[in-house]
T-cell receptor
Framework: GENVEQHPSTLSVQEGDSAVIKCTYSDSASNYFPWYKQELGKGPQLIIDIRSNVGEKKDQRIAVTLNKTAKHFSLHITETQPEDSAVYFCAAYKRTNAGKSTFGDGTTLTVKP | GAVVSQHPSWVICKSGTSVKIECRSLDFQATTMFWYRQFPKQSLMLMATSNEGSKATYEQGVEKDKFLINHASLTLSTLTVTSAHPEDSSFYIC????????????FGPGTRLTVL
């Protein structure tokens, strides 16, 4: 089955700096890659996603890049703010997997003021 | 974006009792809902996939008689933890999938279950 690896597990940056979280996946048939932000005691929130026919997608300070050949995708957060501190999960999905996504283990991002 | 609610947000119960958690998609119809369990500082562990009008599909190692799932309508799925024990204490999260081609999942806020 699909295997998703996420790095780093923890990331600490200074406010205003950029943060990058990387995920690799194993199944080349996966075609949809969402990123979720989870704040303490809350459910994950979809923050950005990318489909396999696109190499990059940007939404204000957040961007995601996808390299299908290397089977990895990354989340980029620029001009980080303390409220960006949370756990971030990547996921990979393929339609034939009964609608299930495979999640990475999460990255705890801390933005220091 | 799509909104998913969960009720209750937290519950404390005595060992041996049953607890029902509701998951609702508020502004869209969800043919598929997922139930996850999350331990502190860990990733989401998929428990089961719930399709409207049919039996849930459980992941390996998840006891279907202990975690009863009902998906009676396109906007509501319930998870009942039967005869709860302290080891069932956890954060339970549901998600609902839109009917699009891709797995756009929207998560509920989670339910914190504590079994005494």
């Amino acid at each position: 089955g699909e295997n998703v690896e996420q790095h780093p597990s923890t990331l600490s940056v200074q406010e205003g700096d950029s943060a990058v979280i990387k995920c690799t996946y194993s199944d080349s048939a996966s075609n949809y890659f969402p990123w979720y932000k989870q704040e303490l005691g809350k459910g994950p929130q979809l923050i950005i996603d990318i489909r396999s026919n696109v190499g990059e997608k940007k939404d204000q300070r957040i961007a995601v890049t996808l390299n299908k050949t290397a089977k990895h995708f990354s989340l980029h957060i620029t001009e980080t703010q303390p409220e960006d501190s949370a756990v971030y999960f990547c996921a990979a999905y393929k339609r034939t997997n009964a609608g299930k996504s495979t999640f990475g283990d999460g990255t705890t991002l801390t933005v220091k003021p | 974006g799509a909104v998913v609610s969960q009720h209750p947000s937290w519950v404390i119960c005595k060992s041996g009792t049953s607890v029902k958690i509701e998951c609702r998609s508020l502004d869209f119809q969800a043919t598929t809902m997922f139930w996850y369990r999350q331990f502190p500082k860990q990733s989401l562990m998929l428990m089961a996939t719930s399709n409207e009008g049919s039996k849930a599909t459980y992941e390996q190692g998840v006891e279907k008689d202990k975690f009863l799932i009902n998906h009676a309508s396109l906007t509501l799925s319930t998870l009942t933890v039967t005869s709860a024990h302290p080891e069932d204490s956890s954060f339970y999260i549901c998600s609902a999938r839109t009917s699009g081609s891709y797995n756009e999942q929207f998560f509920g806020p989670g339910t914190r279950l504590t079994v005494l």
